[in-house]
């Protein structure tokens, strides 16, 4: 099957680099999307709805949309507004479990295909000097949930329990998955 040109409707660095390692052909064009969760609101269906709306916001015959958020329970910590707020959420996360999530949706030739990775993630016991460290990093100040998994953030991690990549912000099992559904067969970037 011919190949459809690939639009990521993300601006996220990590994203684009993970499809890029496979070798999908892909263009980055960001989505103009308001990241606001309606009341009562679900984590799992917050993501999967902004998913939706990115795909749909650009134009292209195949389109991929995702949003990945960190959810302690119900409650939703993105990007910190700050410093501080980065110090305040690391600070709740040490020593135990939390979920991130990311919503994937594909949208090819009129169709929408959708999946959401739930993977669980185990912080380690650290200080707060320790924290402050890695705030100062800036790092973790356009991160949900103040921090990232492929950077220094590694060292607060004691375990991951799910897709690594899904917590980077593209779980790469399931784009696979909605790619071949909607026709699009990979292979190791052989058709480039």
């Known amino acids: 099957m011919t190949h459809h040109p690939l639009i990521l409707a993300s601006s996220s660095p990590r994203r684009h680099q993970l499809l890029s390692m496979?070798?999908?052909p892909h263009r980055v064009q960001a989505a103009n999307v308001q990241e606001i969760r309606l009341p009562r609101e679900a984590p799992a269906a917050y993501v999967k709805r902004l998913a939706r709306d990115k795909a749909r916001a650009v134009?292209?015959?195949w389109v991929l949309g995702a949003d990945t958020?960190?959810?302690?329970?119900?409650?939703?910590l993105e990007k910190p507004a700050d410093a501080e707020d980065a110090l305040r959420m690391l600070q709740r996360l040490q020593g135990r479990r939390h979920d991130v999530l990311t919503g994937v949706c594909l949208r090819a030739d009129g169709m929408e295909y959708e999946a959401t990775d739930t993977t669980a993630v185990y912080f380690r016991p650290a200080g707060e000097q320790l924290l402050r460290a890695y705030v100062a990093t800036g790092e973790p100040l356009d991160k949900a949930g103040a921090y990232g998994i492929q950077g220094y953030g590694a060292a607060l991690i004691e375990r991951v329990e799910g897709d690594f990549f899904g917590v980077m912000g593209l779980p790469l099992r399931l784009v696979l998955e909605l790619m071949a559904r909607a026709g699009w067969q990979y292979d190791f970037g052989a058709n480039r």
């Open 22 to 24: 496979l070798g999908i």
């Open 59 to 61: 134009a292209g015959a």
């Open 69 to 76: 958020t960190v959810a302690l329970g119900e409650e939703i």
